[in-house]
């Protein structure tokens, strides 16, 4: 049985961990309040965007300019990835970078023997883990998140965008967290070029597809479609900023309540081994007692 004196420092140790815990709970759901709701407020719109893009990328054909949706066989491959920049938030990080390698090395696997798979981080966690291992990390944007507008990202967005008008890459997805509440965040995996056309677009009706271009389709392209990539490239990063303020005030949570069972543990431990401790000296005077007596 472990002394009073080490006891004692354990129970002072994890009462200080536990402070610090329920501290980074509480500025993690300040944080997480704020991400909520900026994503909240951009969904409908995104989605939204995202259907008038896949209707008007279906009405137009591939001579009117229409870069985006152009379908190529995917020999080159551009993998987005949404990290953190700080771990402590359970499984955000860890899920996200298997489901990458996975999409990377099964999903693409020809690709990637042929070296024809690159990755762009953003993300320090998802930097250090591509970097370390050797993968084709063509640029990294781990500040993004210490200043997180639309502005920002956006730049981010058009230098994907312009590496597959120029036939760069051939595909690109986005694999990121997609936020649900506080405990659940999907790792979702996403295609961002070229745009998909919706499936059924011999069986859609009219009105969903009929657009009356004014001004001229060729403005639309231009306009619109850039726009509305950005919006979604946007989209994807606040929904793994809130995801990962989700994952953290979660894991904070869970560390704070263990370290109180830990604490109730340590007590009652530490209650058995001063007990032993009176009851040894109390055996100790009794005993010297009787030899004295004895004498």
Do not use: W
């Amino acid at each position: 049985m472990p002394n009073l004196k080490e006891v004692r420092i354990r129970i002072a140790s994890v009462k200080s961990t536990q402070q610090i815990t329920s501290a980074m709970k509480m500025v993690a759901a300040s944080k997480l309040r704020r991400a909520q709701n900026a994503i909240l407020k951009m969904r409908p719109y995104a989605a939204k965007l995202k259907d008038i893009l896949q209707n008007l990328s279906a009405s137009l054909d591939s001579g009117d300019g229409n870069l985006y949706s152009a379908q190529r066989n995917p020999e080159k491959v551009l993998i987005v990835v949404l990290t953190s920049n700080r771990g402590l938030c359970g499984g955000f990080n860890t899920n996200i970078l298997r489901t990458a390698t996975q999409r990377m090395q099964v999903d693409y696997a020809s690709q990637f023997k042929a070296g024809n798979v690159s990755v762009l981080t953003i993300g320090r966690k998802g930097t250090e883990f591509f970097s370390k291992r050797g993968y084709n990390v063509i640029s990294s944007h781990d500040a993004v998140f210490d200043s997180l507008t639309y502005e920002n990202v956006s730049v981010i967005a058009l230098s994907v965008m312009s590496a597959f008008a120029d036939k760069k890459f051939d595909r690109i997805d986005i694999v990121y967290n997609q936020f649900k509440n506080a405990v659940v965040q999907r790792v979702t995996v996403e295609q961002l070029l070229p745009v998909e056309v919706p499936a059924q677009t011999a069986v859609v009706s009219k009105s969903n597809t009929d657009y009356i271009f004014l001004p001229s389709k060729e403005e639309i392209v231009e306009e619109l479609i850039p726009r509305s990539l950005k919006i979604q490239f946007y989209k994807a990063v606040l929904d793994s900023y809130a995801s990962e303020h989700g994952a953290r005030m979660t894991a904070m949570h869970q560390a704070t309540d263990n370290a109180g069972d830990l604490i109730k543990e340590l007590n009652l431990a530490y209650n058995k081994a001063r007990q032993a401790a009176i009851t040894k000296e109390i055996l100790e005077i009794v005993s010297g007692a009787e030899a004295l007596k004895n004498q």
